[in-house]
């Protein structure tokens, strides 16, 4: 293989590396790491995965909880999760039809690591808030 050649279209370097590289997250719109990045970070999905933490949801239950989600933004949402293996969903054979949807073991995973960030951003909001604002006061000078 050339140099600077890539082993597959959707190759980018490989994320286990003893020294962190950022440059890991490819810009190319064809980079797995990337596209799961934007995917799990979306807001709709953070939501739809911390919902089902707890147990199945049903569509409409799903869009009775998320504030502000169109029906057709949550199904597109859910059938990418469920693309990525994230997201199971069920279709009961009754009438009228029901479809739950729940997490996989790997999308519970996920979830933890979510877990994590909120419990981060709950244990700093404090400081960021002190930052924010202490930022604003600093434009607001140089802008007067």
Do not use: N
Not at 5 to 12: A, D, E, L, R, V
Request: with cysteine.
């Amino acid at each position: 293989m050339e140099d600077g050649t890539f082993k597959s279209p959707g190759y980018c370097e490989s994320t286990v590396h003893d020294d962190y590289d950022v440059r890991q997250w490819d810009t190319r719109e064809d980079c797995e790491v990337r596209q799961i990045l934007d995917r799990v970070a979306d807001k709709w999905s953070l939501l739809v995965i911390a919902l089902l933490d707890c147990r199945s949801l049903r569509f409409t239950e799903l869009r009775r909880e998320i504030d502000g989600v169109s029906q057709r933004m949550l199904s597109v949402t859910l059938r990418h999760l469920e693309r990525d293996g994230l997201v199971t969903r069920t279709v009961h054979p009754v009438v009228p039809p029901r479809v739950d949807y729940a997490l996989t073991p790997l999308g519970r995973t996920l979830h933890e690591t979510i877990k994590t960030l909120v419990t981060w951003t709950e244990e700093h909001q404090q400081e960021i808030a002190a930052a924010r604002a202490d930022y604003d006061a600093r434009r607001e000078m140089m802008d007067a």
